[in-house]
């Protein structure tokens, strides 16, 4: 049976893709180069931890070779986003066949197939890295993405309402139906079900509410929750209503859990709109965690102290995530880790 480890279970690597020219990169050749820049940094301060992979589309190449650590493994691919959490493969191992490991080929269709969006390419990317690695795909009927769901590696996975029963991604789905493919695919047995996610997940370049970027697990019994705490913002509202969600949620399955609070900057908006900035949306890597940095030093300090302590013997890293959140995302967002295979002996 299939089954997705914790995050924080041994990695073999993370994987990314390498930004390419359009609409999420933006334009004028000082928002290309900074949306560069914020990939390539997030990257490098993987490197130490373990090892990158990243698929780069054919126009990138040069780019990419110059600009990246000479260590990161660079596989050339078409590409039309570059969200890897998004459009690559979700990991799995097989309990019953140690040594195997799968990789769940979710249909993306661009966060539920805006006019906007091109992802035809990346459409592919799921399999094409799930070859690359030698791992058994797992097709699903699901139109589903790596940041719309969470796991304990225990069974059980967080999901939102608003992404998994989204009438642009699956419009004949109900709970009970997706629960069952999170079983065949992931092997959750438990899903906690959350309303919605952040304010700003919800205009016209959102993903309609990821549960990454609202709430992870730090461990079976450990919940990292964002809290917006000033009133003047609408997420305000939201994050009561999730921690609410939550408590009762994990109250009904008669399971003890800590909900830890990870309070948001203090800058409310950009020039667009309420800011989402979330410092849930951290990776966790082996022997660290590259956590999401928003030129705020007291609160990335604070937001580091949190994750030091909720991740015990991990070292945390800040990198500035602020170019990546103007367009769309953070670290999580942009990064996928494959986790380490048992040894079939």
Request: aromatic share 8%.
């Amino acid at each position: 049976m299939w089954r997705m480890p914790s995050e924080t279970a041994e990695h073999t690597r993370t994987w990314m893709a390498f930004p390419r020219e359009g609409y999420t990169l933006g334009s004028g050749s000082s928002e290309k180069e900074a949306g560069y820049a914020a990939w390539t940094a997030v990257a490098h301060a993987i490197l130490p931890f373990e090892p990158v992979s990243m698929v780069v589309d054919p126009t990138e190449i040069a780019r990419a070779r110059r600009m990246l650590d000479s260590s990161i493994e660079i596989i050339e691919a078409p590409l039309d986003e570059f969200w890897m959490r998004d459009i690559g493969p979700t990991f799995v191992l097989d309990d019953d066949r140690p040594g195997m490991l799968g990789a769940v080929d979710w249909i993306f269709n661009g966060w539920g197939a805006p006019e906007w969006a091109e992802w035809q390419k990346s459409a592919r990317i799921a399999r094409l890295v799930g070859e690359h690695v030698g791992a058994e795909i797992i097709s699903s009927t699901l139109v589903a993405e790596g940041g719309g769901l969470h796991v304990d590696g225990t069974g059980t996975v967080l999901l939102t309402d608003t992404v998994q029963l989204d009438p642009r991604r699956n419009p004949f789905a109900d709970r009970a139906q997706v629960e069952a493919e999170m079983n065949r695919t992931i092997g959750s047995t438990q899903a906690i079900w959350l309303s919605r996610g952040l304010t700003r997940d919800y205009n016209e370049f959102g993903t309609n509410g990821h549960v990454d970027i609202v709430a992870t697990f730090a461990s079976p019994d450990h919940v990292l929750l964002h809290a917006q705490q000033n009133p003047a913002h609408p997420d305000a509202a939201v994050s009561a209503l999730l921690r609410g969600e939550l408590e009762r949620a994990f109250d009904a399955i008669g399971r003890p859990v800590t909900i830890t609070d990870l309070p948001a900057p203090s800058t409310l908006r950009d020039d667009a709109d309420f800011v989402d900035w979330s410092y849930v949306n951290h990776l966790v890597v082996n022997g660290g965690v590259v956590a999401c940095g928003f030129g705020e030093a007291e609160a990335d300090a604070r937001a580091r102290a949190i994750l030091s302590d909720a991740y015990p013997g991990r070292t945390v890293v800040t990198v500035d995530a602020r170019e990546l959140f103007a367009r769309g995302g953070g670290i999580h967002c942009i990064t996928q880790q494959q986790p380490a295979v048992p040894s079939a002996g």
